[in-house]
């Protein structure tokens, strides 16, 4: 049983280290290459049986008859979350970042700068996700009317992101009528989700209608998801893309994996994900780790706006 559990965690190192490698040099490693560089002493021919071993898993597999070896998605996936998942965030790319975050001072620039930098640690893309409207938390909201009737709705996240739109309610609002209605969703509602507000608007139309009726209903025509426009939207920024064109990686899309995200929070609510966006071989520890601190000075930097 020992020897067992022995022969596993080798495996597993020389498999990270095969991963490490090809992500090092793009090109398909050998057993020579792995000796070197493996802690424990080894014959090249014990290393050359283990990768057989490996590459019978499907682990790895053999471009060419007298090639070395290259990982497959499943070492890939192996080496992102039990080694890369494990690494620290080097000094260097430490300050870096910080330095990268410290002139931003809104929200447009710190999203810019998040970008920026996933984009550079990953060599690929950086993308910042927003949530679809109906997920937007709503901190203030404003509203006026224009001259012809239609109304200007700006809705004020964390963080100072606005969202506005221009409606064409089907009734005749007033400003004094706007006022109450955006006192009343700022008094009764500010930090909620415009879907929670929703939810709650619709549950007093129906349990004390006689009380909430007509200012209820008014929120309801200017505050909708739906209304403001398409819920299920999510915005994207993206950063990087001039970097991947051309990219041997990108040439065959089989070769781009799923997004290496993590979540960013604005004033103890998620407000959306941020990650990187590249190929298969790429430097999964520096990437990886950048990420969660990026969201973290994201979080941190959207709190302070």
Same mark, same amino acid.
């Given at each position: ?104 001072? *809104?929200?447009?620039? &710190? ?7 996933? +984009?550079? #640690?990953?060599?690929? /893309? !950086? ?113 990087? *893309?001039?970097?991947? &064109? ?7 899309? +089989?070769? #781009?994996?799923?997004? /290496? !995200? ?23 520890e520096r990437a990886i780790t950048a990420v969660a601190y990026v969201a973290q000075l994201f979080s941190e930097a959207l709190n302070k706006i």
């Amino acid at each position: 049983m020992r020897s067992a559990a022995l022969q596993e965690r080798r495996n597993r190192q020389i498999l990270a280290d095969i991963v490490r490698t090809y992500i090092e040099t793009g090109e398909p490693v050998s057993s020579r290459a792995i000796s070197k560089r493996f802690e424990e002493t080894l014959s090249t021919a014990t290393i050359r049986n283990i990768m057989a071993d490996l590459e019978d898993g499907g682990w790895l597999y053999q471009p060419h008859t007298s090639a070395g070896r290259v990982p497959t998605a499943a070492a890939y996936r192996f080496f992102a979350q039990e080694i890369a998942s494990q690494a620290t965030l080097s000094v260097e790319d430490r300050d870096w970042i910080r330095r990268e975050f410290k002139a931003a001072t *809104t929200s447009e620039e &710190v999203t810019e700068r998040a970008g920026h930098v996933l +984009a550079e #640690v990953s060599n690929a /893309l !950086g993308i910042i996700v927003s949530p679809p409207l109906a997920k937007t938390v709503m901190e203030h909201a404003r509203m006026w009317l224009l001259p012809d009737g239609r109304v200007v709705v700006v809705l004020i996240s964390p963080g100072g992101i606005t969202r506005d739109k221009i409606l064409r309610p089907s009734r005749h609002f007033s400003q004094v009528e706007l006022d109450a209605t955006a006192e009343f969703l700022n008094r009764q509602y500010s930090g909620w989700t415009l879907e929670a507000i929703r939810g709650d608007l619709l549950q007093k139309l129906a349990t004390e209608r006689e009380r909430y009726e007509g200012i209820v209903r008014s929120a309801l025509t200017l505050c909708d998801p739906a209304v403001l426009g398409d819920e299920s939207a999510l915005r994207v920024h993206v950063e990087g *893309t001039a970097q991947i &064109v051309g990219a041997a990686e990108f040439a065959d899309q +089989a070769q #781009v994996r799923d997004l /290496l !995200g993590a979540p960013y929070m604005s004033h103890d609510q998620v407000q959306g994900s941020l990650g990187v966006l590249g190929p298969t071989r790429m430097h999964y520890e520096r990437a990886i780790t950048a990420v969660a601190y990026v969201a973290q000075l994201f979080s941190e930097a959207l709190n302070k706006i």
